[in-house]
């Protein structure tokens, strides 16, 4: 007998997921619950806000990491945090997909990483049908202010992005880019 696959495990897998899947929004829900405990701790509060994000992400390089509140994800199992990661404000992650982010990396205020994807045609959005590409960051990156990283994206080892930045595709090792949509401005 042939198993089929659960919701979660077609989201896990990169292919088609209905995104209001009961078991899904469920999983979701734990996930805000955790969220809302963490964005209400006293920021004087490191060493419960350091076991919540233990139990939320798939891994953590070590105990030198640093999310500032309000801090946002849709499940947390799919993000895996390097070595001394810092945080600031408003970091969101919509990790419906794995968001592998290596060590001795900085990410600004209101920076964003999305792997959801969604139908361009009205009908088929409609229909909640969903699917999900990851998203891999190298050691030695800083990510600036207010960017946008988009699903499917791998930026290398030792960037800056820019703030404001909307990053859509690949950006190589050992460079600065900057813009919407993102480019390589310099080579380091």
Not at 52 to 64: A, H, M, P, R, T
Not at 97 to 122: E, K, L, Q, R
Request: net charge neutral.
């Amino acid at each position: 007998m042939i198993k089929r696959m659960t919701e979660k495990e077609k989201m896990l897998a990169g292919e088609i997921y209905s995104a209001v899947d009961p078991e899904v929004l469920k999983e979701l829900t734990v996930t805000r619950d955790k969220i809302f405990e963490y964005n209400t701790l006293r920021p004087s509060e490191t060493k419960r806000m350091k076991e919540i994000i233990k139990e939320l992400f798939g891994s953590v390089g070590d105990d030198n990491f640093l999310l500032n509140q309000p801090f946002r994800c849709d499940y947390g199992r799919q993000i895996s945090i390097g070595k001394r990661f810092f945080a600031n404000f408003n970091f969101t992650v919509l990790d419906e997909a794995h968001v592998t982010i290596g060590d001795d990396c900085f990410i600004g205020p209101n920076v964003s990483i999305y792997t959801a994807c969604h139908s361009t045609d009205p009908i088929e959005r409609n229909s909640r049908q969903e699917w999900a590409k990851p998203v891999t960051i190298g050691n030695n990156v800083w990510i600036g202010g207010s960017v946008t990283i988009l699903p499917g994206v791998t930026i290398g080892n030792n960037v800056t992005i820019g703030a404001g930045s909307v990053v859509v595709k690949d950006i190589p090792s050992n460079t600065v880019a900057v813009g919407n949509p993102c480019k390589v401005i310099k080579n380091i």
